[in-house]
């Protein structure tokens, strides 16, 4: 399971649920019911540090939500 933060939003546009992952560039998924949302965006996760590793670039470790005092 990763640990990045995803950003889920609904996309009248698409008639679909988006989800972004902001620490990964251009990492985005969408699927037309949370559960195939989860999946796609689970399998571009993937997909994206399968992709980063294979060119030797950099993977961010997950930072997860910020807090705030």
């Known amino acids: 399971m990763f ?3 995803i950003i889920i939003y609904w996309s009248d546009e698409d008639e679909a649920f988006i ?3 902001p620490e990964l560039p251009g990492c985005m998924a969408d699927g037309k019911t949370h559960d195939k949302l ?3 965006v689970t399998q571009v996760i ?3 540090l399968e992709t980063a590793e294979e060119l030797g ?3 961010p ?3 997860g939500r910020l807090i705030y005092a």
Do not use: T
């Open 46 to 48: 993937k997909e994206w």
């Open 38 to 40: 989860l999946e796609n």
């Open 19 to 21: 989800a972004e992952v």
């Open 57 to 59: 670039r950099e993977i």
């Open 3 to 5: 640990k990045y933060e």
């Open 61 to 63: 470790k997950p930072k």
